[in-house]
């Protein structure tokens, strides 16, 4: 079956960095568009990155300059690198898999950007 496992959520201060990591299974990695998304509390769920087959890049203006989405298809792992991290980026974050008319998403790794 397919499993998408977030990881490397924690607390970290303002101004912080951190790298979240969503391993796929169960898909052919390389050939679907992988994105994250956030969902703080009492909000939507939101867009914040997303990356194509081919590596093009595309990010939410919120995060734009900040955060970095990348793949490493041989590792089928896509990777959030945070930095500059404030306080209203506090949020779970979920990655997606997008291809073939099908939707995957993972559990959420929880991110508290605090003092």
């Known amino acids: 079956q397919v499993q998408l496992v977030e990881s490397g959520g924690g607390l970290v201060q303002p101004g912080g960095s951190m790298r979240l990591s969503c391993a796929a299974s169960?898909?052919?990695?390389?050939?679907?568009?992988m994105s994250w998304y956030r969902q703080a509390p009492g909000k939507q769920r939101e867009f914040v990155a997303t990356?194509?087959?081919?590596?093009?890049?595309n990010y939410a203006d919120s995060i734009t300059g900040r955060f970095t989405i990348s793949r490493d298809n041989a590792k089928n792992t896509v990777y959030l690198q945070m930095n500059s991290l404030k306080p209203e980026d506090t949020a779970v974050y979920y990655c997606?898999?997008?291809?073939?008319?099908?939707?995957?998403w993972g559990q959420g790794t929880q991110v508290t950007v605090s003092s």
């Open positions: 990356i194509s087959v081919g590596d093009s890049t």
């Open positions: 997606k898999a997008t291809g073939f008319s099908r939707v995957y």
């Open positions: 169960g898909i052919t990695f390389s050939m679907y568009v």
